[in-house]
């Protein structure tokens, strides 16, 4: 499949300490990829790199052109949305209000109404608590808007950094569904970084696994799944 994403020998930290040593990596349109590692790998200062969140070295490229000297606003503009650890909502502000900044660069009026349909297909509690706070909202639903938001920037590709994180299983399994179910129905391409390397790799049909600001391992998510040596030695199952 042609690349959507190609990260190739990015290097990047913050002030003086380097984090990324030369990371490559590439994200097939309408693929799924999993980013894989353990706690200080790399893997969200990846994320940060590509949507212009932290200075790197190397290239970038998004649709065969560089994102060297984009803003993170130009880098959105050209189809890229970035759900971060923790989710990034506004909690002092309505749902309604957060998915409104998702839409907020758009100009086409009749697609993002569309769009917002199909969102509340996918995320229907959402749109019974549409007026409501969103700090009334549990982390599972936290996580929803998350998502909800980014689908109403109409990506290209979804970086999505630990959606997982501190859910209960029944929670993770209906948002990585539904993370499924927008891949397919929608062809938007995703980059997912996960701590759960079991359910990344179900979802994924590429993954790389970081080591130290390094990619250690990448193949087919299958094969690397089935790698007893490489289950034990890096993904910790």
């Known amino acids: 499949m042609t690349a959507l994403l190609e990260l190739d020998s990015v290097q990047a930290g ?30 969200t200062t990846t ?16 649709e065969g ?20 650890e923790g989710r990034g909502i506004c909690t002092e502000l309505t749902v309604d209000e957060n998915l409104k900044l998702g839409s907020h660069l758009r100009r086409d009026g009749a697609e993002v109404r569309k769009d917002y349909d199909r969102v509340f297909e996918y995320f229907p509690v959402l749109k019974e608590r549409r007026r409501l706070s969103a700090s009334t909202l549990s982390g599972g639903e936290q996580q929803m808007l998350a998502l909800a938001r980014a689908l109403l920037m109409k ?19 209906s948002i990585f569904q539904i993370i499924r179910s927008i891949n397919e129905a929608s062809g938007v391409a995703v ?6 390397a079991r359910i990344a790799l179900d979802l994924s049909s590429t993954a790389y696994v970081l080591e130290v600001g390094r990619v250690a391992v990448h193949g087919d998510s299958a094969e690397l799944q089935g790698n007893e040596s490489v289950r034990r030695s890096y993904l910790g199952y």
Do not use: C
């Open 191 to 196: 980059l997912l970084v996960e701590q759960n």
């Open 14 to 43: 913050y002030g003086p300490t380097s984090v990324l040593h030369g990371v490559s990596l590439s994200v097939p349109a309408g693929g799924v990829v999993a980013l894989l590692g353990a706690n200080g790998a790399g893997k």
């Open 47 to 62: 994320l940060r790199a590509i949507t212009g969140g932290v200075r790197w070295n190397g290239d970038i490229r998004f």
């Open 65 to 84: 052109r560089s994102l060297r000297r984009m803003s993170t606003e130009e880098i959105v503009r050209r189809g890229i949305a970035h759900v971060p």
């Open 155 to 173: 990506p290209r590709l979804m970086l999505l950094d630990e959606p997982s994180l501190g859910l209960a299983p029944i929670v993770v399994r």
